[in-house]
């Protein structure tokens, strides 16, 4: 891993770079939490995606990095009545603070993020973060991230799984850029719902088998390294 001074040094990354130019604002993801199972084990989940999320941030390179780092939020809704909630259902639930003014702009995306069991269950199940790229992908972290839109046409189920790793680096920058979540799922191809970001890992998972994912459940709320927001 790079130095934090080496990193600033280097030319900026894509996330760096889109951020530089809002003028590094709050920015990151609206979760859903719908597993409510294990006061225990969700702590044990946020402790180990703030993990995660810094050593994903400590790859990236440019200037403004700790500016970009300090700026992260994760803004949660959680209620326990989501408990097992549907996608569709976790979609209301993040119209209302978003009908209201109560996303900030840098989080105000074309998706949102949903944690069900299965996801808990990914993160809390693996080891150190593994390259996507390797056969060690079959058990990576993964959330699920859900259109804000409610589009199920062509086959798009409107949800598809991201890779841990492509979280902050990959998933965000391209929403920034203007790609549709539905632009997005349409480059795993074969209907696969294992993103990426990245070609060569985008072909590692179409040539794997498909691997079903959990019914959809609305997210968590995820107190970053840098920020937790939370909202009842």
Request: hydrophobic residues 40%; glycine residues 10%; aromatic residues 8%.
């Amino acid at each position: 891993m790079l130095s934090s001074s080496s990193n600033t040094s280097q030319p900026p990354s894509p996330l760096i770079q889109t951020l530089q130019r809002r003028g590094y604002p709050a920015w990151g993801f609206v979760i859903v939490r719908t597993d409510y199972a294990s006061e225990e084990r969700w702590q044990a989940f946020q402790e180990k995606l703030d993990a995660l999320c810094d050593a994903q941030l400590d790859e990236e390179t440019g200037h403004g990095l700790q500016r970009i780092k300090d700026a992260l939020e994760f803004k949660m809704i959680e209620d326990p009545r989501l408990q097992g909630a549907s996608s569709a259902e976790a979609r209301k639930h993040f119209h209302i603070p978003r009908g209201m003014g109560g996303v900030a702009a840098g989080l105000d995306l074309e998706l949102f993020l949903l944690v069900d069991e299965g996801v808990v269950a990914s993160v809390l199940g693996s080891a150190d973060v593994a390259s996507p790229f390797s056969e060690a992908a079959m058990s990576s972290p993964y959330l699920v991230a859900v259109d804000a839109a409610d589009e199920t046409a062509d086959g798009y189920p409107g949800f598809f799984r991201v890779l841990g790793d492509a979280l902050l680096s990959e998933l965000y920058p391209k929403l920034c850029m203007g790609l549709s979540p539905k632009d997005l799922w349409a480059m795993l191809g074969d209907g696969q719902t294992s993103w990426t970001g990245d070609e060569e890992g985008s072909q590692f998972l179409r040539n794997r088998e498909k691997i079903p994912i959990p019914a959809v459940n609305g997210g968590y709320p995820f107190c970053s390294t840098i920020t937790c927001e939370n909202e009842g």
